[in-house]
């Protein structure tokens, strides 16, 4: 092993050791029953049993509390008196 340096041969051991673990996980994972009632049909079960209360597409509660007028026209104390020096 001339040929290979020192740092490339620690990377190929690094990247073999990282595969056997990887490998290792996954075997020794117990694997979950796909046909289990708690998977997606169970969700969507549960999911379509739940009372949605209906709500009208137009509420605003906030519609007739908030004023219709613009706070800044009413506290600008420039606005009659300024002019526009290049008119």
Known sequence: M????PP????IALAALALIVLVAFL???PQRDVDS??????ALERAASVDVPSVAPN???LQHITP?????????PFKN???NPFE
Do not use: R
């Open 68 to 76: 219709s007028e613009n706070p800044v026209e009413k506290t600008n």
């Open 8 to 11: 490339l041969l620690y990377g």
């Open 2 to 5: 001339e040929g290979i340096k």
């Open 27 to 29: 075997v020794l994972t």
């Open 59 to 61: 509420a605003n509660p």
């Open 81 to 83: 008196d300024y002019k």
């Open 37 to 42: 009632p708690s998977g997606t049909e169970g």
